[in-house]
Protein backbone atom coordinates (compact mmCIF):
# COMPACT_ATOMS: atom_id res chain seq x y z
CA UNK A 1 0.00 0.00 0.00
CA UNK A 2 2.46 2.50 1.04
CA UNK A 3 5.22 1.78 -1.69
CA UNK A 4 2.22 2.52 -4.13
CA UNK A 5 0.90 5.05 -3.30
CA UNK A 6 4.26 6.43 -2.43
CA UNK A 7 5.38 6.07 -6.03
CA UNK A 8 2.21 8.16 -7.12
CA UNK A 9 3.39 10.60 -4.96
CA UNK A 10 6.53 10.75 -6.53
CA UNK A 11 4.78 10.63 -9.96
CA UNK A 12 3.31 14.17 -9.31
CA UNK A 13 6.84 15.53 -7.93
CA UNK A 14 8.26 14.89 -11.23
CA UNK A 15 5.39 16.25 -12.89
CA UNK A 16 5.65 19.75 -11.04
CA UNK A 17 9.07 20.23 -11.86
CA UNK A 18 8.14 19.37 -15.77
CA UNK A 19 5.39 22.11 -15.08
CA UNK A 20 7.95 24.73 -13.28
CA UNK A 21 10.68 24.59 -16.16
CA UNK A 22 7.97 24.39 -18.62
CA UNK A 23 8.20 21.24 -20.20
CA UNK A 24 5.19 19.79 -19.71
CA UNK A 25 3.50 21.81 -22.46
CA UNK A 26 6.10 20.28 -25.34
CA UNK A 27 5.11 16.53 -24.24
CA UNK A 28 4.21 14.57 -27.13
CA UNK A 29 0.89 13.49 -27.14
CA UNK A 30 2.17 9.67 -26.61
CA UNK A 31 3.33 10.91 -23.24
CA UNK A 32 0.46 13.24 -22.50
CA UNK A 33 -1.37 9.76 -22.40
CA UNK A 34 0.92 7.90 -20.73
CA UNK A 35 1.07 10.83 -18.02
CA UNK A 36 -2.68 10.39 -17.43
CA UNK A 37 -2.93 6.92 -17.82
CA UNK A 38 -0.44 7.02 -14.57
CA UNK A 39 -2.45 9.62 -12.59
CA UNK A 40 -5.73 8.08 -13.05
CA UNK A 41 -5.30 4.08 -14.54
CA UNK A 42 -5.53 2.92 -10.83
CA UNK A 43 -9.14 4.52 -10.63
CA UNK A 44 -10.60 3.49 -14.05
CA UNK A 45 -13.41 0.83 -13.62
CA UNK A 46 -10.92 -1.95 -15.55
CA UNK A 47 -8.72 -1.76 -13.00
CA UNK A 48 -10.75 -0.27 -9.47
CA UNK A 49 -11.32 -4.10 -8.57
CA UNK A 50 -7.78 -3.98 -7.10
CA UNK A 51 -6.90 -0.90 -5.93
CA UNK A 52 -6.55 0.62 -2.84
CA UNK A 53 -8.65 3.24 -3.14
CA UNK A 54 -11.30 0.98 -3.61
CA UNK A 55 -12.76 0.60 0.30
CA UNK A 56 -13.60 -3.17 -0.65
CA UNK A 57 -10.43 -3.72 -1.73
CA UNK A 58 -8.82 -1.65 0.75
CA UNK A 59 -10.77 -3.86 3.66
CA UNK A 60 -10.00 -6.82 2.10
CA UNK A 61 -6.38 -6.59 2.13
CA UNK A 62 -5.80 -4.02 4.75
CA UNK A 63 -8.13 -4.99 7.22
CA UNK A 64 -11.42 -3.64 8.85
CA UNK A 65 -9.70 -1.39 11.15
CA UNK A 66 -7.44 0.43 8.87
CA UNK A 67 -9.17 -0.38 5.56
CA UNK A 68 -11.53 2.83 5.78
CA UNK A 69 -8.97 5.23 6.53
CA UNK A 70 -5.82 4.18 4.31
CA UNK A 71 -8.65 3.91 1.30
CA UNK A 72 -9.71 7.19 2.31
CA UNK A 73 -5.76 8.51 2.23
CA UNK A 74 -5.26 6.90 -1.02
CA UNK A 75 -8.30 8.49 -2.64
CA UNK A 76 -7.52 12.05 -0.90
CA UNK A 77 -3.89 11.93 -2.38
CA UNK A 78 -5.33 12.39 -5.87
CA UNK A 79 -6.71 15.70 -5.04
CA UNK A 80 -3.49 17.10 -5.68
CA UNK A 81 -2.77 15.77 -9.25
CA UNK A 82 -4.71 19.01 -10.75
CA UNK A 83 -2.79 21.52 -8.04
CA UNK A 84 0.47 19.96 -9.36
CA UNK A 85 -0.44 21.39 -12.71
CA UNK A 86 -1.53 24.39 -11.87
CA UNK A 87 2.22 24.35 -10.42
CA UNK A 88 0.52 24.85 -6.41
CA UNK A 89 3.56 23.37 -4.62
CA UNK A 90 1.68 24.05 -1.28
CA UNK A 91 -1.14 21.76 -1.54
CA UNK A 92 1.79 18.96 -3.26
CA UNK A 93 3.52 19.54 -0.04
CA UNK A 94 0.82 19.11 2.62
CA UNK A 95 -0.44 15.75 0.78
CA UNK A 96 3.27 14.30 1.18
CA UNK A 97 3.25 15.44 4.35
CA UNK A 98 0.09 13.86 5.58
CA UNK A 99 1.44 10.41 3.21
CA UNK A 100 4.51 10.22 5.85
CA UNK A 101 2.39 10.81 9.03
CA UNK A 102 0.17 8.12 8.37
CA UNK A 103 3.49 5.83 7.33
CA UNK A 104 5.00 6.76 10.46
CA UNK A 105 2.74 5.30 12.15
CA UNK A 106 3.01 1.99 10.50
CA UNK A 107 7.02 1.97 9.67
CA UNK A 108 8.77 -0.87 11.39
CA UNK A 109 5.57 -1.92 13.18
CA UNK A 110 4.75 -5.84 13.39
CA UNK A 111 1.00 -8.12 13.00
CA UNK A 112 1.15 -7.50 17.14
CA UNK A 113 1.86 -3.91 17.47
CA UNK A 114 0.50 -2.10 14.68
CA UNK A 115 -0.89 1.56 15.46
CA UNK A 116 -3.97 2.52 17.40
CA UNK A 117 -6.89 2.82 14.74
CA UNK A 118 -7.55 6.09 17.25
CA UNK A 119 -3.80 7.16 16.06
CA UNK A 120 -4.48 7.28 12.09
CA UNK A 121 -7.55 8.64 12.67
CA UNK A 122 -6.33 12.01 14.45
CA UNK A 123 -3.60 12.27 11.93
CA UNK A 124 -6.50 12.84 9.38
CA UNK A 125 -8.64 15.00 11.33
CA UNK A 126 -5.86 17.33 11.84
CA UNK A 127 -4.92 17.62 8.90
CA UNK A 128 -8.34 18.73 7.49
CA UNK A 129 -8.01 20.49 10.62
CA UNK A 130 -4.92 22.48 10.43
CA UNK A 131 -5.39 23.09 6.72
CA UNK A 132 -8.84 24.54 6.59
CA UNK A 133 -7.61 28.21 6.03
CA UNK A 134 -5.38 26.79 2.58
CA UNK A 135 -8.79 24.76 1.47
CA UNK A 136 -10.93 27.20 1.64
CA UNK A 137 -8.84 30.82 0.46
CA UNK A 138 -8.04 28.70 -2.47
CA UNK A 139 -12.11 27.74 -3.37
CA UNK A 140 -12.85 31.60 -2.33
CA UNK A 141 -10.12 32.93 -4.46
CA UNK A 142 -10.55 30.82 -7.39
CA UNK A 143 -14.86 31.60 -7.40
CA UNK A 144 -14.22 35.61 -7.50
CA UNK A 145 -10.60 36.46 -8.28
CA UNK A 146 -10.39 36.94 -11.99
CA UNK A 147 -6.43 37.06 -11.59
CA UNK A 148 -6.41 33.25 -10.94
CA UNK A 149 -6.21 32.56 -14.60
CA UNK A 150 -4.77 28.93 -14.65
CA UNK A 151 -8.22 27.79 -16.90
CA UNK A 152 -8.12 31.35 -19.12
CA UNK A 153 -4.33 31.25 -20.14
CA UNK A 154 -5.09 27.31 -21.50
CA UNK A 155 -8.20 28.40 -22.98
CA UNK A 156 -7.37 32.04 -24.67
CA UNK A 157 -3.90 30.92 -25.45
CA UNK A 158 -3.50 27.60 -26.41
CA UNK A 159 -3.57 26.03 -30.09
CA UNK A 160 -6.79 24.30 -29.72
CA UNK A 161 -6.52 22.97 -33.10
CA UNK A 162 -3.40 20.73 -31.41
CA UNK A 163 -5.36 18.48 -28.86
CA UNK A 164 -2.21 18.22 -26.57
CA UNK A 165 -4.13 21.00 -24.58
CA UNK A 166 -6.38 19.08 -23.12
CA UNK A 167 -4.00 17.17 -20.94
CA UNK A 168 -2.69 20.40 -19.77
CA UNK A 169 -5.22 20.37 -17.09
CA UNK A 170 -4.16 17.34 -15.16
CA UNK A 171 -7.69 15.78 -14.91
CA UNK A 172 -8.75 12.80 -16.42
CA UNK A 173 -8.92 13.11 -20.34
CA UNK A 174 -11.12 10.09 -22.15
CA UNK A 175 -12.78 10.03 -25.33
CA UNK A 176 -15.75 12.26 -24.62
CA UNK A 177 -12.99 15.17 -23.64
CA UNK A 178 -11.25 13.95 -27.15
CA UNK A 179 -14.22 13.69 -29.25
CA UNK A 180 -16.45 16.55 -28.08
CA UNK A 181 -12.74 18.91 -28.65
CA UNK A 182 -12.32 17.57 -32.05
CA UNK A 183 -15.64 18.05 -33.21
CA UNK A 184 -16.00 21.22 -32.09
CA UNK A 185 -12.61 21.83 -34.42
CA UNK A 186 -14.91 20.99 -37.81
CA UNK A 187 -17.43 23.61 -37.06
CA UNK A 188 -17.36 27.27 -39.06
CA UNK A 189 -16.93 29.90 -36.74
CA UNK A 190 -20.20 31.68 -37.18
CA UNK A 191 -21.32 28.49 -35.39
CA UNK A 192 -19.19 28.45 -32.32
CA UNK A 193 -20.09 31.97 -31.86
CA UNK A 194 -23.91 31.42 -32.55
CA UNK A 195 -23.27 28.81 -29.25
CA UNK A 196 -21.10 31.23 -27.48
CA UNK A 197 -23.43 33.75 -28.12
CA UNK A 198 -27.15 32.07 -27.54
CA UNK A 199 -25.10 31.31 -23.85
CA UNK A 200 -23.98 35.01 -22.75
CA UNK A 201 -27.14 36.27 -23.82
CA UNK A 202 -28.99 34.31 -21.71
CA UNK A 203 -26.69 35.52 -18.54
CA UNK A 204 -27.34 39.05 -19.79
CA UNK A 205 -31.10 38.66 -20.62
CA UNK A 206 -31.68 36.76 -16.96
CA UNK A 207 -30.36 40.28 -15.68
CA UNK A 208 -32.45 42.18 -17.51
CA UNK A 209 -35.57 40.36 -17.23
CA UNK A 210 -35.49 40.00 -13.08
CA UNK A 211 -34.57 44.04 -13.19
CA UNK A 212 -30.82 43.27 -11.70
CA UNK A 213 -28.01 45.61 -12.42
CA UNK A 214 -25.51 43.59 -14.08
CA UNK A 215 -23.41 47.31 -14.59
CA UNK A 216 -22.77 46.93 -10.94
CA UNK A 217 -20.84 43.95 -11.83
CA UNK A 218 -17.26 43.27 -12.50
CA UNK A 219 -16.77 39.01 -12.91
CA UNK A 220 -18.57 36.09 -13.85
CA UNK A 221 -17.53 32.95 -13.66
CA UNK A 222 -17.62 30.43 -16.35
CA UNK A 223 -18.09 26.35 -15.87
CA UNK A 224 -17.45 24.57 -18.51
CA UNK A 225 -16.63 20.62 -19.48
CA UNK A 226 -13.07 20.25 -20.77
CA UNK A 227 -13.14 19.87 -24.49
CA UNK A 228 -15.45 23.19 -25.42
CA UNK A 229 -12.61 25.44 -25.16
CA UNK A 230 -13.51 26.98 -28.58
CA UNK A 231 -16.66 27.62 -27.69
CA UNK A 232 -16.03 29.29 -24.42
CA UNK A 233 -13.14 31.31 -26.02
CA UNK A 234 -16.00 33.30 -27.86
CA UNK A 235 -18.06 33.56 -24.68
CA UNK A 236 -14.47 34.88 -23.03
CA UNK A 237 -14.95 37.81 -25.52
CA UNK A 238 -18.81 38.00 -24.86
CA UNK A 239 -18.17 38.86 -21.31
CA UNK A 240 -15.48 41.18 -21.92
CA UNK A 241 -17.74 43.14 -23.81
CA UNK A 242 -20.54 43.18 -21.32
CA UNK A 243 -17.67 44.63 -19.11
CA UNK A 244 -17.24 41.36 -17.06
CA UNK A 245 -13.72 39.85 -16.40
CA UNK A 246 -14.09 35.93 -15.87
CA UNK A 247 -13.24 33.58 -13.47
CA UNK A 248 -12.99 30.19 -15.08
CA UNK A 249 -13.71 26.42 -13.50
CA UNK A 250 -13.20 23.54 -16.09
CA UNK A 251 -13.93 19.94 -15.40
CA UNK A 252 -13.61 16.32 -17.17
CA UNK A 253 -15.97 13.17 -17.15
CA UNK A 254 -15.22 11.50 -14.24
CA UNK A 255 -13.24 8.69 -14.59
CA UNK A 256 -14.88 6.02 -12.24
CA UNK A 257 -18.69 7.31 -11.26
CA UNK A 258 -18.02 4.13 -8.16
CA UNK A 259 -15.09 5.56 -7.11
CA UNK A 260 -16.58 9.17 -6.71
CA UNK A 261 -19.66 7.56 -4.67
CA UNK A 262 -17.43 5.16 -2.84
CA UNK A 263 -15.86 8.39 -1.20
CA UNK A 264 -18.94 10.32 -1.04
CA UNK A 265 -18.80 10.26 2.60
CA UNK A 266 -15.08 10.23 3.37
CA UNK A 267 -15.80 13.03 6.16
CA UNK A 268 -17.69 10.25 8.00
CA UNK A 269 -13.79 9.51 9.48
CA UNK A 270 -13.21 12.87 11.06
CA UNK A 271 -16.44 15.04 10.76
CA UNK A 272 -17.22 16.45 14.71
CA UNK A 273 -18.40 19.65 16.07
CA UNK A 274 -15.53 21.74 16.26
CA UNK A 275 -14.30 20.70 12.75
CA UNK A 276 -17.84 22.15 11.63
CA UNK A 277 -17.02 25.32 13.52
CA UNK A 278 -13.34 25.89 12.15
CA UNK A 279 -14.47 25.43 8.46
CA UNK A 280 -17.37 28.17 9.27
CA UNK A 281 -14.76 30.47 10.68
CA UNK A 282 -12.27 29.95 8.19
CA UNK A 283 -15.06 30.53 5.43
CA UNK A 284 -16.00 34.04 6.93
CA UNK A 285 -12.68 35.10 7.13
CA UNK A 286 -11.85 34.19 3.69
CA UNK A 287 -14.86 35.74 2.55
CA UNK A 288 -14.52 38.90 4.33
CA UNK A 289 -10.61 38.94 3.16
CA UNK A 290 -12.34 39.27 -0.33
CA UNK A 291 -15.29 40.67 0.58
CA UNK A 292 -14.75 43.62 -2.25
CA UNK A 293 -14.10 41.00 -5.16
CA UNK A 294 -17.19 38.92 -4.14
CA UNK A 295 -19.37 42.04 -3.99
CA UNK A 296 -18.13 41.96 -7.61
CA UNK A 297 -19.03 38.67 -8.63
CA UNK A 298 -22.19 38.58 -10.36
CA UNK A 299 -22.91 34.71 -10.64
CA UNK A 300 -21.83 31.59 -12.94
CA UNK A 301 -22.16 30.89 -16.62
CA UNK A 302 -22.63 26.82 -16.70
CA UNK A 303 -22.03 24.75 -19.75
CA UNK A 304 -23.24 21.47 -18.70
CA UNK A 305 -22.72 17.81 -20.42
CA UNK A 306 -24.90 14.96 -20.65
CA UNK A 307 -24.71 11.43 -22.54
CA UNK A 308 -22.73 8.97 -19.86
CA UNK A 309 -25.17 5.81 -19.59
CA UNK A 310 -26.68 6.63 -16.29
CA UNK A 311 -25.06 5.22 -12.93
CA UNK A 312 -26.44 2.54 -10.64
CA UNK A 313 -24.01 2.74 -7.91
CA UNK A 314 -23.17 -0.29 -5.69
CA UNK A 315 -23.59 0.02 -2.11
CA UNK A 316 -20.22 -1.11 -0.11
CA UNK A 317 -20.67 -2.10 3.85
CA UNK A 318 -16.98 -0.94 3.45
CA UNK A 319 -17.51 3.14 2.38
CA UNK A 320 -17.27 5.08 5.13
CA UNK A 321 -20.88 5.66 6.14
CA UNK A 322 -22.26 9.72 8.08
CA UNK A 323 -23.27 8.66 11.47
CA UNK A 324 -27.09 10.11 12.41
CA UNK A 325 -24.95 13.20 14.49
CA UNK A 326 -22.84 13.33 11.07
CA UNK A 327 -25.65 13.82 9.30
CA UNK A 328 -27.28 16.68 11.36
CA UNK A 329 -23.59 18.21 11.51
CA UNK A 330 -23.46 17.70 7.29
CA UNK A 331 -26.98 19.69 7.19
CA UNK A 332 -26.37 22.40 9.55
CA UNK A 333 -22.66 23.13 8.09
CA UNK A 334 -24.52 23.57 4.56
CA UNK A 335 -27.20 26.05 6.05
CA UNK A 336 -24.45 28.12 8.14
CA UNK A 337 -22.16 28.29 5.05
CA UNK A 338 -25.09 29.22 2.68
CA UNK A 339 -25.85 32.30 4.84
CA UNK A 340 -22.36 33.29 4.79
CA UNK A 341 -21.88 32.85 1.04
CA UNK A 342 -25.32 35.51 0.88
CA UNK A 343 -24.00 37.76 3.36
CA UNK A 344 -20.87 38.81 0.53
CA UNK A 345 -22.54 37.37 -2.60
CA UNK A 346 -26.13 38.72 -2.29
CA UNK A 347 -29.40 36.97 -3.96
CA UNK A 348 -31.02 39.71 -5.17
CA UNK A 349 -27.99 40.79 -7.21
CA UNK A 350 -27.04 37.49 -8.22
CA UNK A 351 -27.44 35.95 -11.67
CA UNK A 352 -26.59 32.98 -13.46
CA UNK A 353 -27.58 31.23 -16.81
CA UNK A 354 -27.14 26.86 -17.81
CA UNK A 355 -26.58 25.08 -21.25
CA UNK A 356 -25.74 21.84 -21.83
CA UNK A 357 -25.11 19.60 -24.51
CA UNK A 358 -24.46 15.92 -25.52
CA UNK A 359 -21.16 14.17 -25.02
CA UNK A 360 -20.05 11.67 -27.65
CA UNK A 361 -20.69 8.55 -25.71
CA UNK A 362 -24.77 9.43 -25.68
CA UNK A 363 -25.45 7.59 -29.15
CA UNK A 364 -23.07 6.90 -32.22
CA UNK A 365 -25.12 9.48 -33.89
CA UNK A 366 -23.44 12.28 -31.23
CA UNK A 367 -23.11 14.76 -34.31
CA UNK A 368 -26.44 14.63 -35.59
CA UNK A 369 -27.90 14.52 -31.50
CA UNK A 370 -25.19 17.86 -31.06
CA UNK A 371 -27.39 19.74 -34.23
CA UNK A 372 -30.57 18.79 -32.66
CA UNK A 373 -29.57 20.26 -29.28
CA UNK A 374 -28.17 23.53 -30.85
CA UNK A 375 -31.34 24.37 -32.34
CA UNK A 376 -33.38 23.07 -29.12
CA UNK A 377 -31.18 25.47 -27.58
CA UNK A 378 -32.18 28.37 -29.54
CA UNK A 379 -35.88 27.96 -30.11
CA UNK A 380 -38.14 31.48 -30.53
CA UNK A 381 -38.27 32.44 -26.85
CA UNK A 382 -41.16 35.07 -28.01
CA UNK A 383 -43.25 32.07 -29.50
CA UNK A 384 -42.99 30.01 -26.62
CA UNK A 385 -43.66 33.45 -23.99
CA UNK A 386 -46.98 33.68 -25.97
CA UNK A 387 -48.00 30.32 -25.66
CA UNK A 388 -46.79 30.16 -22.29
CA UNK A 389 -49.19 33.33 -21.13
CA UNK A 390 -52.47 30.72 -22.21
CA UNK A 391 -51.14 28.19 -19.55
CA UNK A 392 -50.67 31.44 -16.60
CA UNK A 393 -53.76 32.90 -17.40
CA UNK A 394 -55.87 29.48 -17.26
CA UNK A 395 -53.92 28.65 -14.06
CA UNK A 396 -54.28 31.80 -12.16
CA UNK A 397 -58.08 30.98 -12.65
CA UNK A 398 -57.63 28.09 -10.06
CA UNK A 399 -56.72 27.21 -6.59
CA UNK A 400 -54.59 24.20 -7.22
CA UNK A 401 -53.29 21.59 -9.67
CA UNK A 402 -54.52 17.77 -10.24
CA UNK A 403 -51.71 16.08 -11.74
CA UNK A 404 -52.47 12.44 -12.76
CA UNK A 405 -49.96 9.85 -14.56
CA UNK A 406 -51.55 7.02 -16.21
CA UNK A 407 -49.95 3.18 -17.25
CA UNK A 408 -47.39 1.97 -14.66
CA UNK A 409 -47.37 5.79 -13.77
CA UNK A 410 -49.14 6.00 -10.08
CA UNK A 411 -48.76 9.93 -9.81
CA UNK A 412 -51.79 11.30 -7.81
CA UNK A 413 -51.03 14.61 -6.72
CA UNK A 414 -52.50 17.76 -5.61
CA UNK A 415 -50.76 21.34 -6.21
CA UNK A 416 -52.24 24.24 -3.78
CA UNK A 417 -52.00 27.40 -5.39
CA UNK A 418 -51.21 30.77 -3.52
CA UNK A 419 -53.98 32.83 -3.38
CA UNK A 420 -54.41 36.06 -5.50
CA UNK A 421 -55.38 39.50 -3.69
CA UNK A 422 -55.70 41.23 -7.14
CA UNK A 423 -55.48 39.25 -9.84
CA UNK A 424 -55.06 41.80 -12.64
CA UNK A 425 -51.81 42.85 -10.90
CA UNK A 426 -50.63 39.49 -9.59
CA UNK A 427 -49.51 36.04 -11.18
CA UNK A 428 -48.86 32.63 -9.58
CA UNK A 429 -46.32 31.31 -12.35
CA UNK A 430 -43.06 32.74 -14.06
CA UNK A 431 -42.88 33.00 -17.77
CA UNK A 432 -39.54 31.07 -17.97
CA UNK A 433 -38.00 31.13 -21.22
CA UNK A 434 -34.15 31.01 -22.35
CA UNK A 435 -32.26 33.23 -19.84
CA UNK A 436 -31.13 31.77 -16.86
CA UNK A 437 -32.36 28.28 -17.56
CA UNK A 438 -31.57 27.11 -21.65
CA UNK A 439 -33.34 26.03 -23.40
CA UNK A 440 -36.86 27.76 -22.92
CA UNK A 441 -39.87 25.86 -22.10
CA UNK A 442 -41.68 26.63 -18.74
CA UNK A 443 -43.94 28.13 -16.44
CA UNK A 444 -42.87 27.37 -12.73
CA UNK A 445 -44.32 28.03 -9.61
CA UNK A 446 -43.59 27.90 -5.73
CA UNK A 447 -46.54 26.07 -4.11
CA UNK A 448 -48.48 26.36 -1.00
CA UNK A 449 -47.88 23.72 1.31
CA UNK A 450 -50.94 23.21 2.91
CA UNK A 451 -52.96 21.03 1.08
CA UNK A 452 -50.40 20.08 -1.07
CA UNK A 453 -51.04 16.29 -0.76
CA UNK A 454 -50.19 12.48 -2.59
CA UNK A 455 -48.44 10.68 -4.83
CA UNK A 456 -46.19 11.84 -6.89
CA UNK A 457 -43.86 8.53 -9.04
CA UNK A 458 -41.69 8.21 -11.85
CA UNK A 459 -40.85 4.43 -13.26
CA UNK A 460 -37.56 6.03 -14.13
CA UNK A 461 -35.57 8.80 -13.63
CA UNK A 462 -32.10 10.51 -13.72
CA UNK A 463 -31.54 13.18 -10.78
CA UNK A 464 -27.72 14.43 -10.05
CA UNK A 465 -25.55 11.90 -12.55
CA UNK A 466 -27.70 9.13 -10.27
CA UNK A 467 -30.06 7.07 -11.94
CA UNK A 468 -33.45 6.02 -9.63
CA UNK A 469 -35.99 2.98 -10.35
CA UNK A 470 -39.62 3.70 -9.36
CA UNK A 471 -38.86 6.62 -7.40
CA UNK A 472 -42.06 7.41 -5.31
CA UNK A 473 -42.54 10.47 -3.19
CA UNK A 474 -45.84 10.79 -0.78
CA UNK A 475 -46.34 14.34 0.28
CA UNK A 476 -48.60 15.56 2.96
CA UNK A 477 -49.37 19.24 3.17
CA UNK A 478 -45.91 19.64 1.07
CA UNK A 479 -43.67 17.29 2.77
CA UNK A 480 -42.46 14.33 2.18
CA UNK A 481 -43.30 11.80 4.44
CA UNK A 482 -42.64 8.78 2.73
CA UNK A 483 -40.10 7.54 -0.09
CA UNK A 484 -39.23 4.66 -1.99
CA UNK A 485 -37.57 3.24 -4.91
CA UNK A 486 -36.59 -0.31 -6.74
CA UNK A 487 -32.93 0.34 -7.08
CA UNK A 488 -31.82 -2.16 -4.47
CA UNK A 489 -33.27 -5.54 -3.06
CA UNK A 490 -33.39 -4.23 0.09
CA UNK A 491 -35.88 -1.78 1.08
CA UNK A 492 -33.70 -0.20 3.58
CA UNK A 493 -30.41 0.26 0.65
CA UNK A 494 -33.40 2.04 -0.92
CA UNK A 495 -34.44 4.32 1.25
CA UNK A 496 -30.65 4.82 2.81
CA UNK A 497 -29.87 5.84 -1.35
CA UNK A 498 -32.85 8.47 -1.08
CA UNK A 499 -31.92 9.87 2.05
CA UNK A 500 -28.21 10.39 1.09
CA UNK A 501 -28.89 11.75 -2.12
CA UNK A 502 -32.18 12.96 -2.33
CA UNK A 503 -32.96 14.26 1.09
CA UNK A 504 -29.72 15.26 1.79
CA UNK A 505 -29.60 13.79 4.79
CA UNK A 506 -32.48 15.92 5.98
CA UNK A 507 -35.60 13.92 7.62
CA UNK A 508 -37.99 15.54 5.14
CA UNK A 509 -38.10 18.71 2.42
CA UNK A 510 -40.96 20.95 1.35
CA UNK A 511 -41.72 20.46 -2.69
CA UNK A 512 -40.45 24.31 -3.64
CA UNK A 513 -41.42 24.59 -7.32
CA UNK A 514 -44.12 23.13 -9.30
CA UNK A 515 -43.47 23.75 -13.10
CA UNK A 516 -45.08 22.43 -16.15
CA UNK A 517 -42.86 22.18 -19.32
CA UNK A 518 -43.46 23.07 -23.09
CA UNK A 519 -40.70 21.95 -25.02
CA UNK A 520 -42.28 19.25 -26.84
CA UNK A 521 -39.74 19.82 -29.78
CA UNK A 522 -37.16 18.54 -27.15
CA UNK A 523 -39.48 15.48 -25.78
CA UNK A 524 -39.57 14.31 -29.42
CA UNK A 525 -36.25 14.14 -30.32
CA UNK A 526 -35.52 12.51 -26.91
CA UNK A 527 -37.94 9.78 -28.09
CA UNK A 528 -36.57 9.62 -31.64
CA UNK A 529 -33.58 9.31 -30.45
CA UNK A 530 -33.88 7.01 -27.46
CA UNK A 531 -32.15 9.29 -25.18
CA UNK A 532 -35.09 10.43 -22.65
CA UNK A 533 -33.16 9.08 -19.68
CA UNK A 534 -29.48 10.36 -20.30
CA UNK A 535 -31.11 13.81 -20.84
CA UNK A 536 -29.94 16.65 -17.73
CA UNK A 537 -32.82 17.87 -15.56
CA UNK A 538 -32.37 21.19 -17.27
CA UNK A 539 -33.47 19.89 -20.53
CA UNK A 540 -35.95 17.03 -18.89
CA UNK A 541 -37.74 19.78 -16.36
CA UNK A 542 -39.02 21.25 -20.12
CA UNK A 543 -40.74 18.21 -21.21
CA UNK A 544 -43.74 17.47 -18.92
CA UNK A 545 -44.52 18.77 -15.40
CA UNK A 546 -42.26 18.70 -12.60
CA UNK A 547 -41.78 19.02 -8.74
CA UNK A 548 -38.55 19.72 -7.52
CA UNK A 549 -37.89 18.71 -3.53
CA UNK A 550 -35.90 21.36 -1.20
CA UNK A 551 -36.10 25.01 -1.74
CA UNK A 552 -37.92 27.44 -3.78
CA UNK A 553 -36.78 28.82 -7.10
CA UNK A 554 -36.25 32.16 -5.09
CA UNK A 555 -34.81 31.22 -1.95
CA UNK A 556 -32.95 33.87 -0.42
CA UNK A 557 -34.22 36.27 -2.52
CA UNK A 558 -38.14 36.23 -1.96
CA UNK A 559 -38.26 39.81 -0.88
CA UNK A 560 -37.23 41.02 -4.53
CA UNK A 561 -40.16 41.58 -6.85
CA UNK A 562 -40.41 39.51 -10.12
CA UNK A 563 -42.64 40.80 -12.83
CA UNK A 564 -43.78 38.75 -16.19
CA UNK A 565 -42.94 40.01 -19.25
CA UNK A 566 -47.18 41.00 -19.11
CA UNK A 567 -46.51 43.88 -16.48
CA UNK A 568 -47.50 41.01 -13.55
CA UNK A 569 -45.68 40.59 -10.42
CA UNK A 570 -45.06 36.53 -9.69
CA UNK A 571 -46.16 36.93 -6.03
CA UNK A 572 -45.36 32.96 -5.47
CA UNK A 573 -41.66 33.37 -4.28
CA UNK A 574 -42.16 31.90 -0.92
CA UNK A 575 -43.87 28.76 1.15
CA UNK A 576 -44.69 28.19 4.63
CA UNK A 577 -40.97 26.73 5.21
CA UNK A 578 -39.26 29.31 3.44
CA UNK A 579 -41.47 32.24 5.31
CA UNK A 580 -39.45 31.22 8.35
CA UNK A 581 -36.05 33.07 6.93
CA UNK A 582 -37.70 35.85 9.21
CA UNK A 583 -37.27 34.45 12.08
CA UNK A 584 -34.50 31.73 11.65
CA UNK A 585 -33.06 31.10 8.55
CA UNK A 586 -31.49 27.80 9.49
CA UNK A 587 -35.46 26.46 9.55
CA UNK A 588 -35.99 28.03 5.73
CA UNK A 589 -33.44 26.45 3.59
CA UNK A 590 -31.54 23.42 2.87
CA UNK A 591 -29.46 23.95 0.52
CA UNK A 592 -31.15 21.59 -2.23
CA UNK A 593 -33.25 21.73 -5.13
CA UNK A 594 -34.14 18.34 -6.86
CA UNK A 595 -36.46 18.78 -10.05
CA UNK A 596 -38.57 15.24 -10.40
CA UNK A 597 -39.99 15.33 -14.05
CA UNK A 598 -43.33 12.98 -15.04
CA UNK A 599 -42.48 12.73 -18.79
CA UNK A 600 -45.39 13.22 -20.97
CA UNK A 601 -45.63 9.41 -21.95
CA UNK A 602 -46.51 8.87 -18.66
CA UNK A 603 -48.94 11.55 -17.99
CA UNK A 604 -53.49 10.84 -17.91
CA UNK A 605 -53.87 14.52 -16.99
CA UNK A 606 -53.11 18.38 -15.35
CA UNK A 607 -56.02 19.99 -14.51
CA UNK A 608 -56.66 23.30 -12.64
CA UNK A 609 -58.91 23.35 -10.06
CA UNK A 610 -61.61 26.52 -9.65
CA UNK A 611 -62.61 27.41 -5.68
CA UNK A 612 -66.51 26.59 -7.92
CA UNK A 613 -65.43 22.92 -7.98
CA UNK A 614 -64.91 23.35 -12.26
CA UNK A 615 -61.66 22.34 -13.96
CA UNK A 616 -59.55 23.30 -17.46
CA UNK A 617 -57.95 21.09 -18.21
CA UNK A 618 -54.28 21.41 -19.59
CA UNK A 619 -52.81 18.52 -20.99
CA UNK A 620 -54.93 15.02 -21.01
CA UNK A 621 -53.84 11.69 -22.32
CA UNK A 622 -50.17 12.99 -22.39
CA UNK A 623 -50.99 16.37 -25.19
CA UNK A 624 -52.24 20.53 -24.55
CA UNK A 625 -55.66 20.38 -25.15
CA UNK A 626 -56.05 24.55 -23.52
CA UNK A 627 -57.31 26.87 -26.32
CA UNK A 628 -54.00 28.57 -27.48
CA UNK A 629 -51.67 26.13 -26.82
CA UNK A 630 -52.17 23.70 -29.64
CA UNK A 631 -49.08 24.40 -31.72
CA UNK A 632 -46.87 22.45 -28.60
CA UNK A 633 -48.18 19.26 -30.02
CA UNK A 634 -47.02 19.62 -33.44
CA UNK A 635 -43.93 18.08 -32.96
CA UNK A 636 -45.89 14.98 -32.13
CA UNK A 637 -47.54 15.10 -35.61
Excluded at 51 to 71: C, D, H, I, Q, W
Excluded at 566 to 585: H, L, Q, T
Amino acid sequence: YFQKNAAYLQRLGVLYEKGKGGSLVARSMEECEADNATLYGEILPEAYGRSYANPAYAAARLGETFGGALSLLAAHLRTACGEVFRGNLMQLTIAMELFVEVYNCFEGAVADALPQEKEVQQILYWHFHDYREIFDERSVRCLVNPAEDFEKEIVMQADLSDLRYLYRYGAYIGDNERQIAAYLNTLPEADIQAMADTYTEGYRIGFETTGKDLSKKTAAQVRYPIGFERMVRAAVRNFEKMGLEVTMLASGTAANKQYDYDHRNDEALYLNEDLVKRRLRAMQVKYDEYKELADGYAGPAVVETFGEVPFEPVNKKQALHLNERQQKLRVGFQNEAGQIVNRYIKDDEYGYTIIAYPMPEIDPRYEKIFCEIVKINTLDYEKYQRIQQYLIDALDEGVSVHVLGKGENRTDLRVMLHHLNDPAKETNFENCVADCNIPVGEVFTSPSLTGTTGVLHVTGVYLNELYYRDLCLTLTDGMITAYDCANFEKEEDNRTYIEENLLYHHRTLPIGEFAIGTNTMAYVMAEQYGIAGKLPILIAEKMGPHFAMGDTCYAWAEDSPMYNPDGKEVIARENEVSAKRKEDPSKAYFGCHTDITIPYRELQSVAVEKADGTTIPLIEDGRFVLPGTEELNEPFG
